[in-house]
């Protein structure tokens, strides 16, 4: 690939990388002489036409999603029967190569990942884009621990055929249940990928494994990950909730936009209560998983005949292939869970005392109220939008009283309003009862707008960035701007953003320079010549000189480093300034001599003395 050059204008340097279905190079851009990353795709792929016909439609889908969250597309195209993608080049790692090198991550880092990857999906989702394929290896870690994800339109634009390819096997790990049936895909299904990211990022292992690519499909889709909690103790149980409810089977039961479970995260960084339910714990057929946390409640399976109940907890550890520890055995993979065990007659008998306790309260509940011995049964009145004050008039009314009074947060209902109350309206009470509310404290996610940065310093727009609660990621780029000003950023001044969102904008390096080539003692020719390659114009002024020949350069200005399309003035001798010429003296007869000693004869010496004569 040496000397490689694609599109007539990418000059390929060295690679950086390589995946399934492409391998990327670093890339100097001769038009714009900017370093870039040149993503070619492999062979395979480049003779397959329904590959080449979706990959010219999704790559221009992807140059035009615009996100400090995602790696800019700068131009695509084809070179013979190379296809690739020329992106923004970055300096960093993937986030697979993090967590194999420092394991589970810090909760909080989870989360800060999470959130950002689902900026990135939102802008997608909105352009009617599905990632298809979010995963670590398509996450890359910036050196400021910002993310970018790549890969948009590519991984849709590809084959999603399971094979044995140890690349699709990677993959594999983090597909949704309905992508390996192969049924139509939507923003869920990203989410659920993304859930399996954030897995093995609280974690530091996949949710399911096996032999190959098949295998850990089918556990995709039929078996219910061991709770993450279970592999790392430290784990909180919010993030943990949030984690699973995005790896729901059934893709109504998960979050439904990525801006959704965007606000989840970001509440749960705030510290703000997050009212995300428990995730499922049966699964079609009739499997009960323990996943409320470590320890909490028991994992079987069951006939589909058989009624499922929840162990409470205390009556006995979660059971998972591989013991305590919740490490998967070699030959089951990790995230299987075993059949029940066998049980002694003890356990069966403590199981029946326990069903019939249940079954004596049903009966028990069922009678009062057909007897009337709960009072008559109504509907619950509305408190949503009252105050307190407002909503305990309003259950004296009925007979009705206050419950547990909870905070939360809401964009929909006032500081200090109800924001939400259970039982809630409609439902059946009876006179006595009481009804929990949980009372807004604020907006569930704090905006702010944008400041104005361009025309600012770098150090200015930072400050601004800081009092608006605004995360600041510096590009700097060759600009005719002032060096080091701001001349662009993203998202646009006035916008209003999520406290805590990055705005990238770029500074100015200044113009686009070259160092000025001492062309002095060069003919004029010579001098024009090499200047004129260098991207500079000439200007020639002439002035004579006794000591540069005519026709050279005598000196040149302006010198150093110089914007490109500057003009370089020369001063060209016009060789040695010419004598004024004087007009002759009359001539004149001399006086005669004298000759001292006219006997004396004259020599050669006399006559070199007085010439004349």
Same mark, same amino acid.
């Given at each position: 690939?040496?000397?490689?050059?694609?599109?007539?204008?990418?000059?390929?340097?060295?690679?950086?990388?390589?995946?399934?279905?492409?391998?990327?190079?670093?890339?100097?851009?001769?038009?714009?002489?900017?370093?870039?990353?040149?993503?070619?795709?492999?062979?395979?792929?480049?003779?397959?036409?329904?590959?080449?016909?979706?990959?010219?439609?999704?790559?221009?889908?992807?140059?035009?999603?615009?996100?400090?969250?995602?790696?800019?597309?700068?131009?695509?195209?084809?070179?013979?029967?190379?296809?690739?993608?020329? !992106?923004?080049?970055?300096?960093?790692?993937?986030?697979?190569?993090?967590?194999?090198?420092?394991?589970?991550?810090?909760?909080?880092?989870?989360?800060?990942?999470?959130?950002?990857?689902?900026?990135?999906?939102?802008?997608?989702?909105?352009?009617?884009?599905?990632?298809?394929?979010?995963?670590?290896?398509?996450?890359?870690?910036?050196?400021?621990?910002?993310?970018?994800?790549?890969?948009?339109?590519?991984?849709?634009?590809?084959?999603?055929?399971?094979?044995?390819?140890?690349?699709?096997?990677?993959?594999?790990?983090?597909?949704?249940?309905?992508?390996?049936?192969?049924?139509?895909?939507?923003?869920?299904?990203?989410?659920?990928?993304?859930?399996?990211?954030?897995?093995?990022?609280?974690?530091?292992?996949?949710?399911?494994?096996?032999?190959?690519?098949?295998?850990?499909?089918?556990?995709?889709?039929?078996?219910?990950?061991?709770?993450?909690?279970?592999?790392?103790?430290?784990?909180?149980?919010?993030?943990?909730?949030?984690?699973?409810?995005?790896?729901?089977?059934?893709?109504?039961?998960?979050?439904?936009?990525?801006?959704?479970?965007?606000?989840?995260?970001?509440?749960?960084?705030?510290?703000?209560?997050?009212?995300?339910?428990?995730?499922?714990?049966?699964?079609?057929?009739?499997?009960?998983?323990?996943?409320?946390?470590?320890?909490?409640?028991?994992?079987?399976?069951?006939?589909?005949?058989?009624?499922?109940?929840?162990?409470?907890?205390?009556?006995?550890?979660?059971?998972?292939?591989?013991?305590?520890?919740?490490?998967?055995?070699?030959?089951?993979?990790?995230?299987?869970?075993?059949?029940?065990?066998?049980?002694?007659?003890?356990?069966?008998?403590?199981?029946?005392?326990?069903?019939?306790?249940?079954?004596?309260?049903?009966?028990?509940?069922?009678?009062?109220?057909?007897?009337?011995?709960?009072?008559?049964?109504?509907?619950?009145?509305?408190?949503?939008? !009252?105050?307190?004050?407002?909503?305990?008039?309003?259950?004296?009314?009925?007979?009705?009283?206050?419950?547990?009074?909870?905070?939360?947060?809401?964009?929909?209902?006032?500081?200090?309003?109800?924001?939400?109350?259970?039982?809630?309206?409609?439902?059946?009470?009876?006179?006595?009862?009481?009804?929990?509310?949980?009372?807004?404290?604020?907006?569930?996610?704090?905006?702010?707008?944008?400041?104005?940065?361009?025309?600012?310093?770098?150090?200015?727009?930072?400050?601004?960035?800081?009092?608006?609660?605004?995360?600041?990621?510096?590009?700097?780029?060759?600009?005719?701007?002032?060096?080091?000003?701001?001349?662009?950023?993203?998202?646009?001044?006035?916008?209003?953003?999520?406290?805590?969102?990055?705005?990238?904008?770029?500074?100015?390096?200044?113009?686009?320079?070259?160092?000025?080539?001492?062309?002095?003692?060069?003919?004029?020719?010579?001098?024009?010549?090499?200047?004129?390659?260098?991207?500079?114009?000439?200007?020639?002024?002439?002035?004579?000189?006794?000591?540069?020949?005519?026709?050279?350069?005598?000196?040149?200005?302006?010198?150093?480093?110089?914007?490109?399309?500057?003009?370089?003035?020369?001063?060209?001798?016009?060789?040695?300034?010419?004598?004024?010429?004087?007009?002759?003296?009359?001539?004149?007869?001399?006086?005669?001599?004298?000759?001292?000693?006219?006997?004396?004869?004259?020599?050669?010496?006399?006559?070199?003395?007085?010439?004349?004569?």
């Amino acid at each position: 690939m040496q000397q490689q050059v694609l599109g007539g204008r990418y000059l390929i340097k060295d690679r950086v990388g390589s995946g399934g279905m492409a391998t990327v190079y670093r890339a100097q851009d001769q038009v714009l002489d900017r370093t870039v990353a040149i993503k070619i795709m492999l062979p395979q792929y480049a003779a397959d036409a329904t590959f080449a016909a979706r990959f010219k439609q999704e790559a221009q889908a992807a140059a035009g999603l615009q996100s400090p969250y995602i790696v800019g597309i700068y131009d695509w195209g084809k070179d013979g029967d190379t296809y690739y993608i020329v !992106m923004e080049y970055l300096r960093g790692t993937d986030l697979k190569s993090g967590i194999r090198s420092h394991g589970a991550l810090d909760p909080k880092k989870v989360a800060q990942i999470g959130s950002q990857i689902c900026g990135a999906l939102s802008v997608a989702h909105k352009h009617e884009i599905i990632h298809r394929d979010i995963k670590p290896q398509n996450i890359m870690v910036l050196p400021d621990g910002n993310i970018k994800v790549m890969d948009f339109g590519i991984a849709r634009a590809k084959n999603s055929h399971l094979t044995q390819d140890n690349n699709v096997l990677g993959t594999a790990h983090y597909v949704s249940p309905e992508q390996a049936r192969g049924q139509e895909l939507g923003p869920t299904s990203d989410i659920y990928s993304l859930g399996v990211v954030m897995y093995e990022c609280a974690t530091g292992q996949v949710p399911f494994d096996g032999e190959d690519a098949i295998s850990v499909a089918v556990k995709q889709m039929n078996e219910l990950p061991v709770p993450p909690s279970q592999l790392n103790p430290n784990l909180d149980p919010n993030l943990e909730r949030i984690i699973l409810r995005c790896m729901e089977k059934d893709a109504a039961n998960r979050f439904q936009s990525a801006d959704e479970l965007r606000l989840a995260l970001n509440a749960y960084l705030a510290g703000r209560q997050i009212d995300v339910p428990e995730p499922t714990r049966v699964l079609a057929g009739g499997a009960i998983a323990g996943m409320g946390g470590a320890g909490t409640t028991e994992t079987r399976v069951m006939t589909e005949k058989t009624q499922a109940m929840a162990r409470p907890a205390g009556m006995g550890a979660t059971t998972v292939r591989g013991g305590a520890s919740g490490q998967a055995s070699a030959s089951g993979g990790q995230g299987a869970y075993d059949p029940e065990p066998k049980r002694s007659n003890t356990g069966k008998i403590v199981g029946i005392v326990i069903g019939a306790i249940v079954a004596i309260g049903v009966i028990a509940f069922a009678a009062m109220t057909l007897l009337g011995g709960g009072g008559q049964e109504f509907p619950a009145p509305s408190l949503l939008g !009252m105050t307190q004050e407002e909503a305990e008039e309003e259950l004296a009314k009925y007979g009705l009283e206050l419950g547990t009074i909870d905070p939360g947060y809401s964009d929909d209902y006032a500081e200090g309003e109800i924001m939400d109350q259970t039982p809630g309206e409609g439902k059946p009470v009876h006179e006595g009862d009481k009804i929990d509310i949980t009372i807004a404290q604020g907006p569930e996610t704090k905006t702010t707008k944008v400041p104005t940065l361009v025309g600012r310093t770098q150090e200015e727009a930072e400050q601004l960035l800081e009092e608006a609660g605004l995360t600041g990621h510096p590009v700097m780029e060759e600009n005719d701007a002032e060096q080091g000003t701001v001349f662009e950023q993203n998202p646009e001044a006035g916008e209003e953003v999520d406290e805590g969102s990055t705005v990238t904008y770029k500074v100015s390096s200044g113009p686009d320079s070259e160092l000025v080539e001492n062309v002095s003692g060069y003919s004029f020719d010579e001098a024009q010549r090499i200047l004129g390659e260098q991207g500079f114009g000439v200007n020639p002024t002439y002035e004579y000189s006794s000591t540069i020949q005519e026709g050279y350069v005598i000196s040149y200005s302006p010198g150093g480093a110089q914007p490109l399309g500057t003009t370089i003035t020369l001063v060209v001798s016009k060789g040695p300034e010419p004598q004024p010429e004087t007009d002759p003296e009359p001539a004149t007869d001399p006086e005669p001599a004298t000759d001292p000693n006219p006997d004396t004869e004259t020599s050669d010496s006399d006559e070199e003395w007085a010439p004349g004569l």
